[in-house]
């Protein structure tokens, strides 16, 4: 699939900076939003209606690459005794409610009739069945929701939208400021590799 236009949600931080240069590099016109530079605040349903409903499609890319791994200073929970309903529900509002609500508002900018994509950043420790090590309860209970969200949308979708993917992406762990604390415990790539590889994937699609 070749692209031509690209909404990117989430412009600012490392990953979404890095594919939109990637992607401007490869001759793209990039729409690019940020709640630090547009004021879109993905949990906000009025915000992403209003900011959404600004623009006029077709785009043949969305690309939500927003996350949260830390909110209010609260860590990933290594043990049950630390879950608590307010990290649970800051963790879905970001990495589940937030990409939805964009989708939600986003299906008019698809095209119904040429090939696109819809993709959102996930995590591998959103699998269930890759699960081997447990804790992280919030982060893999949203991004394990948002993978189900997806899922579901995609089957409704393909009704009106035959030429359409909705894919949840696992970019891996990624030198930014987001897994700053925690790039010695994993292999990291730096973000221009890890745009190249995402786009490469959603073009193979």
């Not at 409610?97 to 900018?109: E, F, I, N």
Request: aromatic share 4%; hydrophobic share 40%.
């Amino acid at each position: 699939m070749t692209l031509h236009r690209a909404l990117i949600i989430g412009s600012s931080g490392g990953i979404g900076s890095a594919v939109s240069q990637h992607l401007r590099q490869q001759g793209v016109h990039v729409t690019a939003l940020s709640r630090s530079r547009e004021g879109l605040d993905i949990t906000d349903e009025t915000s992403v209606a209003d900011r959404l409903g600004a623009l006029e499609g077709a785009y043949d890319l969305i690309f939500v690459t927003t996350g949260v791994l830390e909110v209010a200073g609260r860590t990933p929970e290594k043990t049950l005794r630390t879950v608590s309903p307010m990290a649970l529900m800051d963790q879905f509002r970001v990495n589940a409610l937030g990409p939805m609500m964009v989708l939600k508002h986003a299906k008019r900018l698809l095209p119904r009739q040429s090939p696109a994509t819809f993709a959102a950043l996930s995590a591998r420790v959103g699998s269930i069945g890759d699960n081997q090590l447990g804790g992280w309860y919030s982060y893999r209970a949203a991004k394990a929701a948002l993978n189900q969200l997806i899922h579901t949308s995609a089957i409704e979708l393909a009704r009106t939208h035959p030429h359409l993917a909705c894919v949840a992406l696992h970019p891996g762990t990624v030198q930014t400021q987001f897994t700053k604390d925690y790039q010695s415990r994993h292999a990291t790539v730096p973000p221009p590799v890890a745009a190249a590889n995402l786009i490469s994937v959603i073009e193979g699609l």
